[in-house]
């Protein structure tokens, strides 16, 4: 098993630590040295993991091919985006590159557009790519490519934004949400100029859902947000638009809101004030070069100290719990798939990747989820899946129970306990859980067992299921 500070890395930038990551974080030398691997880019992304774009083809069609199979009764919007949930949670499961897939994450809910919305649904697979593209680089150059991108177009009714007919909507959340946060002071004088700037992107999203830029539809003259000013005399405002999405994005405002909202999602709910602070120094000095920002973050005091403090949402959740099961997809060729078991069991606990209603993305902290009824339905998920088989295990290979209990035997119903928690939760068990697991399987802590064959399949399903079940089982 892991150091509890190599575990502590592994576990807040990844969707579980099961036995493959362990031993990664073991060959690079410990969780610092595996975080600078991650952060590189230069992690070989597994087959398995690479396989998943072929389950889904669909999906890297151009969006005007999308809207023409949408016309012709060959698709639905339902199913595009549903398709993208199902391949974000396969990766997710799949992954060799960790950090790479939980800052994909980050950012897709920081700018966020879901998926399925009627202004945007063709280009939201294509906004993925795009987001996937720029999720260990700059936030100035992932601005820019988001909100430019015809997908925020469409979701926040920028083809409407045009001279002499302004509309708020992109103008408005790329200050709100997407950047300086409404403290910062704006006035709505400021909020039109900052629509003004993004006036031009047209999206035909009745017929073709093709987008571009037309000069004669930008508005020009001089504008002013915060301490941004610009002539803006030019007739195509892509100039002054990126510089003004570069001015926002290495803003005082901005780099506080963006570390605020990293310290919630790696360290803690109500993160200190003098880690946001470090963060958002590093932020600005880097020049919101997204690695140099999260280095800051992972070497601080604070980090270190927040050893499960967090909880994991619904759809974190689930894979975790795939993942340290070594239950891995293999297809997603119909609605009888683990990968969709996943995303539906994600949905009835209430919380699914890319299906909030709004322009500010699911809550990044932990309380917004903590539902009994979430509670609850979690807990038999895990029992669903915990066994050598079943009816939601098809289209994923499972692990041998051998596999999964220890080497050597003899041992007693609380040593296999013990290990499992290890395994499982990457801590030690306690005796509430050892008399929990106990009285389930309806045998004495000290039953001696003489190896996996002495564990029914019935016994070591509820065994893993009650360990993961463990009030820690959602901590991270």
Known sequence: ????????????????????LAQEVRAAGGGAAWFEQQLSGLVVESPRALAVATWFPQLDLPAPLVRRLQEQG?????????????????????????????????????????????RSWPWRADYDRVVRQHALGSFSALLKATVTHPAMTGYLTNDLNRRGAINENLGREVLELHTVGRDAGYTER?????????????????????AGYDPERHATGRVRVLDFTHRNADADGRVVLDAYLEHLALHPATARRLARRLAVRFVSDDPPQGLVRDVARAYRRSGSDIPSTLRALVAHPAFRRARWEKTRNPSDDVV???????????????????????VRQAASQGQVSFRWPTPDGWPEDGAHYLSASRV????????DVSGTSGPVLLSVDVPTKASQLPAEWPLTLAQVVEHQSQLLL???????LVR?????????????????????????????????NAPRGLQR
């Open 1 to 20: 098993m892991l150091d509890q500070a190599d575990r502590h890395v592994a576990e807040r930038f990844s969707y579980g630590v099961d036995t493959t």
């Open 74 to 118: 060959q698709r639905t919007v339902r199913e595009t985006a549903d398709e993208l949930v199902a391949r974000t949670f396969a990766l997710r499961t799949l992954t060799r590159r960790h950090v790479h897939e939980t800052m994909v994450d980050f950012w897709s809910n920081l700018l966020y557009v879901p998926a399925g919305e009627g």
């Open 190 to 210: 400021q909020v039109v100029d900052s629509s003004k700037i993004l006036t031009g992107f047209t999206l035909d999203d009745t017929t073709t859902f093709r």
């Open 320 to 342: 975790h719990m795939a993942r340290v099961l070594g239950l891995r997809p293999t297809g997603a060729l119909d609605d009888s798939a683990f990968v969709w078991y996943l």
């Open 376 to 383: 609850l339905r979690a807990w038999r998920s895990r029992y």
């Open 426 to 432: 990457g801590r030690a068990s306690d005796k509430p």
């Open 436 to 468: 929990a697991v106990a009285r389930t399987l309806d045998l004495p802590a000290t039953t001696e067992l003489t190896g996996p064959d002495d564990l029914s399949d019935q016994h070591y399903r509820l065994l893993r299921g009650t360990v993961l």
